[in-house]
């Protein structure tokens, strides 16, 4: 597709690429460059071609390659119109709504929260400049102003979803670097969050629903340990077997994933409790357990925060996390790890991460161990 030349000049040897672009074209070099360098420029102008002939963005690979030229050889190329696709470098703003396009097959929710970040990334950068415009220390910047704002897990997730777009970009040629992979992501967990609903607690909201399908719900997230609304909205009567007492969890969060599809879960007592009560109400037709508000805005939380207040109660941060993380640090305390890891469908790492943490009970429960003050006081021999 590209052939090179030596051509004989009067302080040396010279290299030319000639290759056809619709015209026979020719990119001469000047003697300082050698006969690597040329192959290096016959390499790109072949990849050039090539991504064109096939209606491709330039790659990330055809872009390593460009940037290691020097700027006199992508001025050359660009004479000869192979740069027009770094020229026509998009603005952020399109950049982020092409992004946005190309992802648009993702799931509603992964969506919003890659608008959010849109909008946190917009707080510092101009829509209308070019990615090149952006320094480390511009984004360095701009991650030093969420930290003021946003909670330390906010600020992580906003960092990350920002990476992933730069990332996209590079692959598909839109960007020659990501800034944002040297920014700090932070931790994503929030001790501030965590709050235990006691066994206590979650009876007096049940008490205070409005009717079965809330009390199931609940008990679906608190008993059953099930991602609030992803898990317990795609909960299916058909999943639900009363008779081996066990029932199949969709999981929408994993399902990409191998072998991550969803998971059987035991219908722990409580939990067939309330569910057998819901299931005599039941209608005709009805194919999902819980049928309230099924629309594309699952908004649970201004009913909920309606039970908390009936039931007497302080909103915790986290209405629905915090319901499973509850039933999580009860079930990696009364079961092996890998079985309860498996019910809730995360590893135990994510458990120590996000769910795990030492309750009330633990601390009343060392005070009153004599194990536990004759291991402080150390043994006689350890005195000795």
């Known amino acids: 597709m590209a052939s090179i030349t030596k051509v004989k000049r009067k302080n040396g040897t010279a290299f030319r690429i000639e290759f056809f672009d619709g015209k026979r074209q020719f990119i001469r070099l000047s003697t300082h460059y050698n006969e690597r360098t040329a192959q ?10 090539s991504i064109r002939e096939n209606g491709l963005l330039i790659d990330k690979k055809t872009v390593s390659l460009i940037t290691s030229l ?35 097959d993702k799931k509603a929710s992964t969506l919003v929260t890659y608008r959010t970040a849109k909008v946190r990334f917009f707080t510092l950068f101009d829509p209308n400049e ?10 360095q910047q701009w991650r030093a102003g969420l930290v003021k704002i946003l909670a330390p897990a906010t600020v992580a997730s906003t960092v990350t979803r920002v990476r992933t777009v730069f990332k996209w970009a590079i692959e598909t040629g839109l960007s020659e670097d990501n800034p944002f992979l040297k920014v700090e992501k932070g931790s994503f967990v929030n001790k501030d969050n965590e709050r235990f609903i006691t066994p206590n607690e979650y ?5 205070a629903c409005p009717g079965a399908e809330w009390r199931a719900l609940l008990a679906l997230c608190r008993v059953g340990g099930l991602r609030t609304p992803s898990e317990t909205m795609a909960l299916k009567w058909a999943d639900i077997d009363f008779e081996t007492g066990r029932f199949w969890v969709t999981s929408p969060k994993t399902e990409r994933h191998e072998g991550k599809a969803g998971r059987l879960v035991p219908l722990f007592p409580k939990l067939r409790e309330e569910l057998e ?14 049928t309230y508000n099924r629309g ?7 009913p909920f925060r309606k039970i908390i207040s009936r039931a007497g109660l302080e909103r915790w941060p986290r209405l629905f996390h915090n319901l499973r993380g509850s039933r999580s640090n009860e079930l990696y305390r009364e079961y092996p790890a890998t079985v309860a890891a498996y019910w809730l469908g995360h590893s135990p790492r994510t458990a120590i991460s996000h769910y795990l943490h030492p309750l009330e009970s633990d ?7 004599s194990g536990g003050e004759n291991g402080g006081k150390g043994s006689e021999k350890e005195r000795n």
């Open 40 to 49: 290096a420029v016959k390499n790109v102008v072949e990849r050039i071609l």
């Open 363 to 369: 601390y009343q429960q060392a005070i009153k161990d």
């Open 296 to 302: 594309d805005n699952q908004t649970l939380r201004f």
């Open 203 to 207: 009876e007096r909201l049940l008490t």
């Open 130 to 139: 070019t990615p090149d415009k952006i320094t480390l220390e511009r984004a």
């Open 70 to 104: 020097s700027e006199e050889i992508r001025e050359k190329l660009s004479e000869v119109g192979l740069l027009e696709e770094r020229q026509k470098m998009p603005c952020l703003g399109e950049l982020w709504e092409r992004y946005l396009e190309a992802n648009k």
């Open 277 to 290: 009560r819901l299931a005599k109400e039941r209608k005709p037709g009805d194919i999902y357990v819980i």
